[in-house]
């Protein structure tokens, strides 16, 4: 999975490390992968001290490093190894000012979707190898209207929760494609989304920070964010649960989508659109130049 380096500090936790630890704790092989190889390596010391014994380690990977995601993409190849699930899981919120990658693209849609494109598609022949493989995407109930075809890197006109909203409806618009495309060429691969609610991460304090409208809230209204465990519940479910299916949508199911059980959620009209999904689907091969063929 990407992401999960987020171990446990003061009252939060990152969704990934949650899903790591359950998953470890079920007896899976767990591949952490994220760009900070301290903290990566301090969560897999977490879970095994949780879990004696578990199948738990760390891999280096930046998303928003193109060079950084092919080659962790050519290290799981060389294993010769399936991959039977992998979570899509890594993101970042915007900054107050428009940052950059170091490949030059706009950092919120470098790291939350190009990314993550780039390496579902040279993680997909491990993918095929497998029995019954799943690709889950983390959304957000934060998605925007539309995407801005004509300036999808928000370079004339940039706000720090545009970035973070446009990149939640393409990753949930790229699920749902990419289940459409597995089924008619005949990957056998399942593509699923799923998003939290709203989970005490560190999300808000590393992104747009606390001063911000995000971090008033995260300050002063606790009980609006359900623990972070909780909130992995859906990607879990997305990633193991057999009545999950391929082009489903799962969140928490009580008050309004922000907590609660796990279960079926709506995506918005845009991630439905099969027209504007095949235009960022192009979009990101030009940018990327990568396919899924």
């Known amino acids: 999975m ?47 001290a949780e879990v004696p014994g578990a199948a738990v380690r760390f891999e280096t990977l930046d998303l928003a490093d193109q060079t950084s995601v092919r080659a962790f993409a050519a290290r799981m190849r060389a294993s ?26 706009e950092r919120v849609l470098a790291t939350n979707t190009l990314g993550h494109f780039t390496l579902t598609a040279l ?33 004339r006109s940039y706000a720090y929760t545009a970035a973070y909203d446009n990149s939640k409806l393409a990753n949930l618009m790229l ?36 001063d911000s409208a995000e971090g008033w809230r995260f300050r002063f209204l606790p009980f609006f964010f359900q623990p972070a465990a909780q909130g992995a519940l859906p990607t879990l479910y997305a990633a193991t649960d057999p009545k999950a299916v391929s082009g489903g949508y799962y969140g928490p199911t009580g ?10 959620a709506i995506p918005p009209a845009a991630a439905r659109d099969p027209r504007a999904a095949e235009r960022l689907w192009a979009a990101l091969e030009r940018l990327t130049q990568v396919t899924f063929e």
Request: proline residues 6%; hydrophobic residues 40%.
């Open 80 to 105: 010769g190894q399936g991959l039977d699930v992998l979570i899509n899981n890594a993101g970042v919120m915007g900054r107050a000012r428009r940052e950059v990658s170091v490949d030059g693209f």
């Open 175 to 210: 699920a749902i494609e990419l289940d459409r495309r597995s089924t008619a060429r005949g990957w056998g691969v399942s593509s699923l989304a799923a998003h939290p609610g709203v989970a005490r991460t560190n999300l808000i304090p590393d992104g747009p920070g606390l």
């Open 2 to 48: 990407t992401g999960g380096n987020g171990h446990p500090q003061d009252d939060r936790s990152g969704l990934g490390y949650q899903d790591a630890l359950a998953l470890a704790r079920a007896g899976a092989d767990v591949t952490i992968a994220s760009r900070n190889a301290a903290r990566g390596q301090e969560a897999v010391r977490a879970i095994r």
């Open 123 to 155: 993680l997909l022949p491990l993918l095929k190898k497998a029995r019954d493989p799943r690709i889950v995407w983390v959304g957000s109930l934060r998605t925007s209207d539309a995407l801005p075809f004509d300036d999808l890197q928000l370079a």
């Open 255 to 264: 008050l309004l989508g922000l907590r609660g059980p796990p279960g079926v």
